[in-house]
């Protein structure tokens, strides 16, 4: 079976930077499309960025575009979300994510990893 491992996260003040990780392990044709969810209490869950393994090809929701960056590295299977300039608004539980399809991550029909915590705070 699929799995994503998550490591990264943690706390961070206004203004700084975190890095989160993700490695895929399991078959590679069901992580076609990986990237990041996020979800604060009582909010439905939202994707922040994804990436196609294909051709690197990278897409950012408006709220973090400019300040977070997504790549990776294929030889391992595994995701990196780089975050500068972290703002309160960022605080959330991250979520890993991989798709077959583009339409599957769009609806949210992917596999998840087990979430990492970041909180922004001063």
């Known amino acids: 079976a699929e799995q994503l491992m998550e490591s990264g996260g943690g706390s961070a003040q206004p203004g700084g930077s975190l890095r989160l990780s993700c490695q895929f392990s399991?078959?590679?044709?069901?992580?076609?499309?990986m990237g990041w969810f996020r979800q604060i209490p009582d909010k439905q869950r939202e994707a922040v960025a994804r990436?196609?393994?294909?051709?690197?090809?990278?897409y950012y929701i408006d709220d973090v575009r400019g300040r977070f960056t997504l790549s990776q590295n294929n030889d391992n299977n595994t995701i990196y979300l780089q975050m500068n300039n972290l703002q309160p608004e960022d605080s959330a539980m991250y979520y890993c994510?991989?798709?077959?399809?583009?339409?599957?991550?769009?609806?949210?029909?992917?596999?998840w990893g087990q979430g990492t915590r970041v909180t922004v705070s001063s």
């Open positions: 399991g078959d590679t044709s069901a992580r076609k499309y």
């Open positions: 990436i196609f393994a294909k051709d690197g090809y990278t």
């Open positions: 994510a991989a798709a077959e399809t583009l339409t599957n991550w769009v609806q949210q029909r992917v596999r």
